[in-house]
C-alpha cells in the first residue's frame, strides 16, 4: 500500500480528512476524523502511560504554544530553523532544495550547504517544469504571529515542544522535586510552515509531538543505572560510518552496539532501545526499524550526537523519531538569555551544576499513527475485505455489541443492555444496522478487537457469542461476565484466555 492509498483509506473510513476539504484543503493540514481521534488519543495515552506514568523519573508540563519570543531567540531556532529554498526565476515556484535534490538525482541532501546545492543545479543544468532557479535561498520555517491588536509585537507559533520545557526546568525540578537524572515531558502541537509539504501526514504544517527531555549531572553522562535493563534488545542500525562507506544495516543487541563503540553514550542507547520497544510492545512490525546516526552534516547546531529511529515507509526508510544529545546547550542558552538561573543544585557536592540533555526521545504522533496504521493493515486475509489488525490498546473501539436482528425490539433492548454494561469500562461501538456479516465486516475494517452478539439464544440463556477479529474464532460466554472478561482482554489476556 502506497502513501496515497493510506491517505484514501483515512479518508473513507473517517481516520483523516484533508482539512476544510469543502474549500479545497489547505496544504499540509488535515482534520482528524471520528476515528482518527480515537487511535490518535489512545496514541498519545499510551505513550504518557510509559513514559510518565511508569516512571518515577518523569514529570510531565502542558506548556503554550505561543510563548515568550525571546524563548525563540535563545534556542537558536529565529537565527537557524530554517530550509534552503529554490525558486524558479519566472513563475517564482518555491520548492525544497534537498528533497529537491534528492528526488532528481537521487543522491542524500539533508544538510548540504547553499553553496553545494547552487553547485548542484548549475552542473546537472536543473530546472523545474522548464524554468531555471534562482539561487539557493534560505526560508525560516516559523510561523510568525502578532500578540493583541499590536502591529510589530512578533511572535511564533512554536516548531517543537521541547522549548517549552527548558525555561520552566528549574520550577518542575523543584515542584515535583525532581533529583538528577530526571525527564521532564510533553505531548502537545507543534507548527512548521514546511516549504513542501508531502507524504500526507508525514510532513505537515501543523502536527503534534511527544517530547523528552532527559537531564543528567554532567559528571554522568555517560552512566546509564538503567542500561541492564535495555541490553538485550535486538536492533538494526547504520552508523555514521557505515553510512560514510555505503555499507547496508546490521543488527545487534544494545549491549553489542555499545561494546563496539557504535553507540558511545549508555544514555543514548538507552533511550533509544525504550523508544524501539515502545513500538514493538504496540504490535508494530520491528523489521520495518532501524536505528540511524546523523553524519555530521545533518546534525542539528544543538546536538552532540543523534540517532534517529527509522522506519521503513513505502517511500523509503525516513526518521520516525529523533534521539538527540543536546548537551548543555538550551539550559546554557536560556540561562544566559533570560539572566536567571537554571541551575541544580546537587546536594551531595553541594554545588551548582547545569545539567546536561543526555537524550532527547522526539516523537511525531502523526507519524507513529501512520506506521501504526501501516503495520496493522492487512487485506491478504482470506475474508475478501482488509482487517486493521491494530494492537488492543491503540484500537479505536475495544467492543462492538449487535443485535443479532435489527428489527427484533427485544434483541435490540438486550443488546443496549449490554452496551450500557460495558460503556464505562471501555470504548464500545454499538451497530444495529446491516447484515450480521456486513457488520462483523465493518468494525474488523476499524480494527475492533472484539464483537459481542446478541441472539434468541441470549434471551432465554444469558449468553452471548464473543467473535474475535485476528482469527474470527467465537466463543459463547454469560452477560454476568462480560465485565470481567473484557477486563482481562484489556490487561492483555489472548482470545483463548478470556474465558
Ligand atoms: N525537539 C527536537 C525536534 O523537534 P525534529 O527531528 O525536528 O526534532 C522530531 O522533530 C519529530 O517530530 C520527528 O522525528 C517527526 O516524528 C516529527 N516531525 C517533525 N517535523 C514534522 C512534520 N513537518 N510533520 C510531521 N511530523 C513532524
Keep these: 500500500m502506497n502513501i496515497e492509498e493510506m491517505a484514501a483509506f483515512c479518508k473513507r473510513k473517517g481516520f483523516v480528512y484533508p482539512a476544510a476539504e469543502i474549500y479545497g484543503g489547505l496544504a499540509g493540514f488535515f482534520d482528524y476524523g471520528p476515528l482518527g481521534v480515537e487511535l490518535k488519543n489512545n496514541i498519545k495515552s499510551a505513550w504518557w502511560k510509559t513514559h510518565v506514568h511508569n516512571r518515577t523519573d518523569v514529570a510531565g508540563i502542558d506548556g503554550s504554544i505561543i510563548t515568550n519570543p525571546q524563548v525563540w531567540v535563545a534556542s537558536g531556532h529565529v537565527a537557524n530553523f530554517s530550509d534552503l529554498m529554490l525558486t524558479t526565476k519566472k513563475s517564482k515556484t ?9 528526488d532528481q538525482l537521487k543522491v542524500p541532501a539533508d544538510g548540504m550547504s547553499a553553496e ?70 510533553q505531548i502537545g502541537k507543534a507548527f512548521r510552515n514546511e ?27 555517560n552512566k546509564c543505572p538503567y542500561i541492564n535493563e535495555v541490553k538485550d534488545v535486538k536492533v538494526q542500525y547504520v552508523s555514521a560510518y557505515m553510512q560514510e562507506k555505503d555499507e547496508k544495516e546490521k543488527s545487534g543487541t544494545i549491549a553489542e552496539l555499545l561494546k563496539q563503540n557504535i553507540i558511545t553514550s549508555e544514555w543514548q542507547a538507552y533511550w533509544l532501545a525504550t523508544e524501539h520497544e515502545w513500538f514493538a510492545n504496540l504490535g508494530a512490525n520491528m523489521k520495518k526499524f532501524r536505528l540511524r546516526q546523523h553524519v555530521s552534516t545533518e546534525k542539528s547546531h544543538y546536538a552532540v550526537d543523534t ?29 544566559e538569555t533570560s539572566k536567571k538561573e537554571l541551575s541544580y ?5 553541594k554545588e551548582k551544576v547545569l545539567p546536561h540533555v543526555v537524550a532527547e526521545p522526539s516523537q ?42 435489527s428489527n ?24 444495529k444496522t446491516g447484515a450480521i456479516g456486513r457488520r462483523y465486516a465493518r468494525q474488523d475494517e476499524i480494527g475492533t478487537p472484539l464483537g459481542i452478539t446478541i441472539d434468541f439464544d441470549t434471551l432465554e440463556d444469558g449468553t452471548v457469542t464473543i467473535r474475535d477479529r485476528d482469527t474470527t474464532k467465537q466463543v459463547r460466554a454469560k452477560i454476568d461476565d462480560l465485565q470481567m472478561i473484557v477486563m482481562k482482554y484489556l490487561q492483555g489476556a489472548s482470545f483463548d484466555e478470556i474465558l
Excluded at 508531502?198 to 554532567?218: A, I, N, S, T
Design 307 to 335: 540517532w534517529d529511529l527509522e522506519y521503513n515507509f513505502p517511500f523509503g526508510w525516513k526518521e520516525l523519531q529523533g534521539i538527540a544529545n543536546r548537551g548543555d546547550y538550551d539550559l546554557k542558552q536560556h540561562q
Design 345 to 349: 543544585f546537587d546536594q551531595e557536592s
Design 195 to 221: 516549504i513542501s509539504p508531502r507524504d500526507f501526514l508525514f510532513r505537515c504544517r501543523e502536527f503534534e509531538q511527544m517530547e523528552l527531555e532527559y537531564f543528567v549531572h554532567p559528571n554522568e553522562v
Design 364 to 405: 511525531g504522533v502523526d507519524r507513529a499513527f501512520l506506521v501504526f496504521l501501516f503495520d496493522a493493515y492487512d487485506d491478504k486475509d482470506k475474508r475478501g475485505f482488509t482487517v486493521l489488525k491494530l494492537h488492543r490498546t491503540l484500537a479505536p473501539y475495544k467492543v462492538a455489541v449487535f443485535p443479532l436482528l
Design 94 to 102: 518555491k520548492v525544497r532544495a534537498d528533497q529537491f535534490i534528492e
Design 408 to 431: 427484533k425490539p427485544e434483541l435490540v433492548k438486550k443488546a443496549t443492555e449490554v452496551f450500557e454494561t460495558l460503556r464505562d469500562q471501555t470504548t464500545v461501538f454499538f451497530d
Design 116 to 185: 553545494e546545492i547552487n553547485n548542484l543545479v548549475k552542473e546537472h543544468k536543473l530546472k523545474l517544469n522548464g524554468e531555471d532557479f534562482e539561487e539557493v535561498k534560505d526560508f525560516n520555517l516559523m510561523f510568525e504571529t502578532n500578540v493583541g491588536p499590536v502591529s510589530g509585537s512578533s511572535a511564533y507559533l512554536r516548531p517543537e515542544t521541547a522549548q517549552s520545557i527548558f525555561p520552566n526546568f528549574r520550577l518542575v525540578q523543584e515542584n515535583a522535586r525532581m533529583k538528577l537524572p530526571f525527564g521532564i515531558a
